[in-house]
């Protein structure tokens, strides 16, 4: 499904039309999205005192940038992995650990996993130097709350 984020205007707008007391369907309507996306712009850029479109947009673009870190498997990534795991026998948790800890652009273990088949598929031998050459794959879960 593609989606455009919401510009500055249209927060600007949204903003606007809530001081105003509009409902949430026809400030969506003005704005030109569904209400879904109007309901989760208020839920993920609203603070204590309600919607701020410059705070809004600030939190956005904020979240955004956060993202970017996380976002492509770049060549300069892509040499590391392989140079990683076969001359020092690295797994890719290891180097994604490193990669978090230098501050650089971070790749999640599931991507370098991904990475892995990829090049498996494409005859790569990459696979090969996993500890368990792929054959047990245990998904990344996070801690039960409590």
Not at 37 to 61: D, F, I, M, P
Not at 88 to 117: D, F, H, M, N
């Amino acid at each position: 499904m593609k989606y455009n984020h919401l510009t500055a205007e249209q927060r600007y707008t949204i903003d606007v039309l809530l001081r105003q007391k509009k409902s949430r369907k026809e400030i969506a309507q003005t704005i030109g999205v569904s209400q879904s996306t109007l309901c989760r712009e208020l839920k993920r850029n609203s603070g204590q005192r309600g919607y701020h479109w410059q705070k809004a947009q600030v939190k956005a673009a904020d979240r955004q940038r956060r993202l970017q870190n996380y976002r492509s498997l770049t060549l300069e990534i892509r040499n590391f992995i392989r140079i990683k795991m076969r001359e020092e026998q690295w797994s890719p948790a290891q180097i994604a650990g490193w990669l978090r800890k230098q501050g650089r652009k971070s790749v999640c273990v599931e991507t370098i996993y991904a990475y892995i088949r990829t090049d498996k598929d494409n005859g790569g031998d990459l696979w090969k130097h996993c500890r368990h050459q792929l054959k047990h794959r245990k998904r990344q879960v996070s801690a039960p709350y409590v």
